[in-house]
């Protein structure tokens, strides 16, 4: 089956129940996965990776168990992480961006000229030798989507892929994400991170609260999370 299937998926983390009995049918070029620090969204990434499993329930990219088959999910599932530095394990630009291609099958050599042509069709020929810690947040967090759309995945996870990052380089970060063909999910706690997707899935409690066209869930999302606030809903001490 096309796309991304969960049906009837758990998952318990630390005896914690945090995603409960989800089923969806991700199809769409653009989605987003909204919802509260907490809700969820992190670890539904996570598992539509393939970088955990469910409790139960199963989960299928592309027909495939990402947790079971990683290798076939190279091509299936990019993910772009939150922090960079999470992300970033080599030392040099091409160093890092050869990786992936090399995991991939590639020789080093036929790595690192994609690399060189990829930097000089993005205009950053000049990156190639540069330190990795040497790139401002913006600039890593560019690198790291150059490193995934390498891979030329089918889908593309981003986890609140804006975070951290000012107005200019946001908007530079957006546009390039607009323009690539991947199915893009992105998961976000902020409604304007989403507002330009087909599909909105508000995730609460590690249930899905609502799912249908960007402006109705948003909308929804946005007043109660108003409401919330206007209740001083942070007082309850955790369980």
Known sequence: MDGIVLQGVNVDLGGKRVLSDLSLH???????LLGRNGSGKSTLLRLMAGLIAPSSGTVRV?????????????????????NP????????????????LQQMGQSRADAEAQVRAALLAEGRAHWESAPTHRLSQGQ????????????????????????????????????????????VVTISHDPAAVAGCQRVIWLEAGQIR????????????????????????????LG
């Open 85 to 100: 530095d999470h992300q970033i394990l080599f030392p040099t630009v091409i160093e890092e961006l050869s990786f992936g």
């Open 26 to 32: 991700l199809t769409e070029a653009r989605i987003g």
């Open 210 to 237: 609502a799912d249908g066209p960007a402006g109705s869930v948003i909308a929804e999302f946005t007043a109660e999370m108003a409401r919330l606030g206007a209740a001083d809903a942070d007082t309850d001490l």
């Open 140 to 183: 890593r967090q560019f690198l790291c989507l150059l490193a995934v759309l390498l891979m030329a995945p089918a889908t593309l996870l981003l986890d609140e892929p804006f975070a951290g990052l000012d107005l200019p380089t946001q908007a530079r970060l957006s546009r390039r994400l607009n323009a690539v063909p991947q199915r």
């Open 62 to 82: 592309a027909g495939l168990d990402p947790a079971r088959e990683r290798k076939a999910m190279l091509g299936k599932i990019g993910i772009l992480f939150q």
